[in-house]
């Protein structure tokens, strides 16, 4: 069964500082999505990770993928208060004939964030 | 409408009855996704359709759980008996081809 797993889950932050969320996962995949939720909102898809050592950035967020050591992590530069909310990092297992992904997404419990001024 | 459409957005019922939760896929996107999310947890998959057919449903946890999309396109997840269990937000996705998956606002359902 894969797991996926979250640290920190809770994370308080002042603005302007950074900090890393890491997720950990215990089966081979080389498709890692971030996604970010507000309180009674649906999913925000931040980040898409394709391959191993696949590095994205979008403003203050950075993610990067190791698939080797199965892990990924969500960056946060400088955090200002529009970032609190929780994040979740995903995992898609079932890469098929010729790399297809079946979207079969296992999550981990998810990181909430709050930014205090 | 441009995104994945759920109805209801929030549902309350009594333990026993029957619930109907309906989704609206973004236009063209062949693969359809249902997940239950709990309070405070990250999100489980229950069932995948491509096309019309049921691709994988073995994330639904028993047998008055029930998903159809008869015509490839909207899709119903069906709850049979329903337990104070099954309160949770229930959320469908889509996408194309493999692209990645687009999420609704979700159904929240309270079971008294």
């Known amino acids: 069964e894969l797991k996926v797993e979250q640290n920190p889950l809770f994370l308080s932050m002042q603005e302007g500082k950074n900090y890393t969320i890491y997720c950990n996962y215990s089966t081979t995949s080389d498709r890692l999505y971030w996604y970010r939720q507000d309180p009674g909102k649906s999913l925000e898809s931040l980040f898409v990770l394709l391959s191993n050592g696949a590095v994205k950035q979008e403003g203050r967020l950075m993610a990067s993928l190791d698939t080797k050591a199965r892990l990924s992590t969500l960056h946060i530069t400088a955090a200002v208060h529009d970032l609190s909310a929780t994040y979740f990092c995903?995992?898609?297992?079932?890469?098929?004939?010729?790399?297809?992904?079946?979207?079969?997404?296992?999550f981990g419990q998810g990181t909430i964030l709050t930014v205090h001024p | 409408g441009a995104g994945v459409s759920q109805t209801p957005s929030n549902k309350v019922t009594e333990k026993g009855k029957y619930v109907e939760l309906r989704c609206d896929p973004i236009?063209?996107?062949?693969?359809l996704y249902w997940y239950r999310q709990s309070l405070g947890q990250g999100p489980e998959f229950l069932i995948y359709f491509q096309g019309t057919g049921a691709a994988d449903d073995s994330g639904l946890p028993n047998d008055r759980f029930f998903a159809v999309r008869p015509e490839g396109s909207v899709s119903t997840l069906k709850i049979q008996r329903t337990e104070r269990g099954d309160s949770a937000v229930y959320l469908c996705?889509?996408?194309?081809?493999?692209?990645?998956?687009?999420f609704g606002e979700g159904s929240r359902l309270t079971v008294l």
């Open positions: 236009s063209g996107h062949t693969a």
């Open positions: 996705a889509s996408r194309r081809d493999a692209g990645e998956l687009f």
């Open positions: 995903a995992v898609d297992p079932n890469i098929g004939a010729g790399g297809t992904s079946y979207g079969k997404l296992t």
